[in-house]
């Protein structure tokens, strides 16, 4: 399960969401997950970085989780999940139920 966010009700592609990362460690390059891939088969949390800070970007104080398939970002480029909304879960939270939580998200 892939975790994105947007200050909208919809998802955005000026941030895209890659499957995997390539990185370069001791001169040799690796694929690796991003931060934003959950377990899709456990209780996993994920926390919010720039807490407050983020928010400031926000018109409402509200922050949307749009929670996609792992399979999804197999198949589809970041354009038509997009596009055609190709996510499994929308949760919309506010900024108080974001700070009552201490800014965890635990999605089972």
């Known amino acids: 399960m892939y975790v994105a966010y947007s200050f909208s009700d919809s998802l955005g592609n000026g941030y895209p969401l890659v499957y995997y990362e390539e990185v370069i460690i001791d001169n040799k390059k690796i694929r690796r997950f991003p931060c934003y891939r959950l ?29 996609i398939l792992e399979s999804t970002m197999q198949d589809y480029s970041w354009d038509e999940i997009c596009k055609q909304r190709l996510y499994e879960k929308k949760l919309t939270l506010t900024e108080e139920e974001l700070k009552e939580n201490d800014w965890v998200v635990v999605y089972e």
Request: charged share 30%; with cysteine; aromatic share 10%.
């Open 39 to 67: 377990d899709g088969y456990s209780k996993c949390g994920i926390g919010i970085p720039g807490r407050e800070s983020l928010l400031l970007s926000c018109d409402d104080n509200k922050l949307r989780l749009f929670f």
